[in-house]
């Protein structure tokens, strides 16, 4: 909704016709002074109900604009929707992009931080009850590593379908920076692709069940790698799969990669 127009300075609008209506008129000249402050008025008020017709006019165009814009938002138009995530997308702490849509459904990347963001160590207590920092177990990185790009990927899915009412669903890859090529250009790693529908965020328990649980448990399509016994989360290899990979060529990195740290 536009927000109502701010209110008009009456005040100052009644003093300036006053103040030049009684331009070379005397102080002595009561009765041409009055008749004068009585002109000065009226055009005051002729002044002041123009500049609220203006104002009601200018307020009802910009409604119907924005009136207009939601209808093609909820009716999945590609550009406002592609639009409109990028302006939600651009404050988040993890960069993140819309690369299309298309009957419903929106493709989304989210760039994720590398592992050296899970902490090296964690506190822990002694045996003879002495706080202290132990190195972090290979298993414990590990999922902490995989909790954090679901949660990155479940962010940004969420924020997707809040503000745009009209999708019914969104492919979300999770990516990370893999370093430059052998031209300098940068490259990106796979770390997460997942399909989810509106209607199976439903029900969800957000404040018991964590991040893994929920996209293992909600996703209608999945794919995630992990290796040895501690289950480290690794690059997708997308040469098994063609139209991920075609996915992620429509990604440009230099969009993801705003936010320091990545």
């Not at 006019?57 to 604009?65: L, P, V």
């Not at 902490?119 to 207590?125: D, E, Q, T, W």
């Not at 809040?162 to 999708?167: D, F, I, Q, S, Y």
Request: glycine share 6%.
């Amino acid at each position: 909704m536009v927000p109502a127009p701010q209110g008009i300075d009456e005040a100052e609008i009644r003093k300036r016709h006053e103040s030049k209506a009684l331009e070379g008129v005397s102080i002595f000249k009561r009765g041409e002074r009055a008749q004068a402050k009585d002109t000065a008025r009226f055009h005051a008020e002729q002044e002041i109900a123009h500049v609220r017709q203006q104002l009601a006019a200018q307020r009802m165009q910009w409604q119907s604009a924005l009136d207009e814009r939601w209808k093609q938002l909820c009716a999945n138009h590609p550009d406002v929707v592609l639009e409109t995530l990028a302006e939600a997308f651009d404050d988040n702490e993890a960069p993140a992009a819309a690369v299309g849509a298309l009957d419903g459904e929106v493709a989304l990347a989210v760039l994720v931080p590398g592992t050296d963001a899970v902490p090296s160590r964690f506190p822990s207590v002694t045996e003879a009850g002495n706080i202290s920092l132990r190195q972090t177990p290979k298993k414990y990185a590990a999922a902490f590593y995989a909790q954090m790009v679901c949660g990155y990927a479940l962010v940004t899915v969420r924020e997707a379908l809040a503000v745009a009412p009209g999708l019914s669903s969104a492919r979300i890859v999770a990516v990370r920076s893999a370093g430059p090529d052998a031209y300098g250009r940068p490259r990106l790693d796979c770390m997460l692709a997942s399909r989810i529908t509106r209607i199976a965020f439903k029900g969800v328990q957000w404040a018991t069940a964590d991040a893994a649980t929920i996209i293992n448990g909600i996703s209608s399509e999945l794919l995630i790698s992990q290796k040895g016994a501690s289950k480290e989360m690794v690059p997708l290899d997308l040469s098994k799969e063609p139209e991920l990979a075609a996915l992620l060529s429509l990604i440009d990195p230099t969009e993801l990669s705003g936010s320091p740290g990545y």
